[in-house]
C-alpha cells in the first residue's frame, strides 16, 4: 500500500537557515501529497498540499514541489523562525480507504 | 474554518476503567478519524467512520471501540484501560468520498493510564 518516509529529526537550525526537510513516497498513481504542521501542544494542521505531478504547494514561506520522477515531496522554508519550531508531517491517501498515511513526523527547532 | 474540538486536553485514568473519548465537528464532514501519536512512531489510524452508525478499523484498532450516533460527533472507548494506551489521542475529520481530501485535527487529549 501507500508509504511515506520522511527523514528523522531532530533538525536544529539558526534563526533565517535554510531549511530542508525530506520526504519520499511509495504509492500506485498520483495521489495529492500534504504536509502537515504540529506545534507544542496543538493538534496538526494542514501546511500546504499538492494535487499533481510538478505543482508546487505553498504556505507561509514554506514550498514543496511533487516530483513524480524521484517520487518526492520535499520541504523547504528560505528563512526560518523561532516560531517554525515544531513537528512536520509528510502525508498522502491510503490505499483503499479514505484516510491519509502519515510519515513518522520531524522535529524541527530553530535557535536565536 | 473547520472547527475539530476534543473534549478533554488531559485525563488521567486508572488501569481497569472504561474510557469515554469525545470529538465533535462542525462542518457537517462526512468522515471521522480517531489516531494515537507517540515518540517515534507518528500517527497510527485506530478507527475511522464513513457515516452515522458506520466504522471501520484502521492499523491498531485492539483494545479500542468507538461509537458514531449522530454525524457530527465521534466517541472513542478504552473499554478497560491498561498502561499501554497512554498516549497522545488525536481527532480528525474530513469532507467527502475522495480519498484525497486534507484532514482537520483537534488539539489532543493526552491521556495517562496510571
Known amino acids: 500500500g501507500n508509504s511515506v518516509t520522511q527523514m528523522e529529526g531532530p533538525v536544529t537550525l539558526s534563526e533565517e537557515a535554510f531549511l530542508t526537510i525530506n520526504c519520499t513516497y511509495t504509492a500506485t498513481g498520483y495521489p495529492s501529497l500534504f504536509w502537515y504542521v504540529q506545534y507544542p501542544g496543538e493538534g496538526l494542521q494542514l501546511l500546504l498540499k499538492a494535487t499533481k505531478a510538478d505543482d508546487k504547494g505553498s504556505n507561509k514561506g514554506f514550498e514543496a514541489t511533487y516530483r513524480k520522477e524521484t517520487t518526492s515531496f520535499h520541504l523547504e522554508k528560505g528563512s526560518v523562525q523561532v516560531s517554525d519550531s515544531a513537528v512536520y508531517f509528510c502525508a498522502l491517501p491510503s490505499t483503499g480507504r479514505r484516510a491519509l498515511t502519515f510519515g513518522s513526523g520531524t522535529r524541527l527547532q530553530v535557535q536565536p | 474554518d473547520v472547527k475539530v474540538t476534543q473534549s478533554s486536553r488531559y485525563l488521567v485514568k486508572r488501569t481497569g476503567e472504561k474510557v469515554f473519548l469525545e470529538c465533535v465537528q462542525d462542518?457537517?464532514?462526512?468522515?471521522m478519524f480517531w489516531y494515537r501519536q507517540d515518540p517515534g512512531l507518528g500517527l497510527r489510524l485506530i478507527y475511522f467512520?464513513?457515516?452515522?452508525?458506520?466504522?471501520e478499523k484502521g492499523d491498531i484498532p485492539e483494545g479500542y471501540s468507538v461509537s458514531r450516533e449522530k454525524k457530527e460527533r465521534f466517541s472513542l472507548i478504552l473499554e478497560s484501560a491498561s498502561t499501554n494506551q497512554t498516549s497522545m489521542y488525536l481527532c480528525?475529520?474530513?469532507?467527502?468520498?475522495?480519498?484525497?481530501?486534507?484532514?482537520?485535527f483537534g488539539d489532543g487529549t493526552r491521556l495517562s493510564i496510571l
Open positions: 462542518m457537517d464532514h462526512e468522515n
Open positions: 467512520s464513513y457515516d452515522v452508525k458506520m466504522k
Open positions: 480528525a475529520s474530513s469532507l467527502g468520498p475522495q480519498g484525497n481530501q486534507p484532514q482537520h
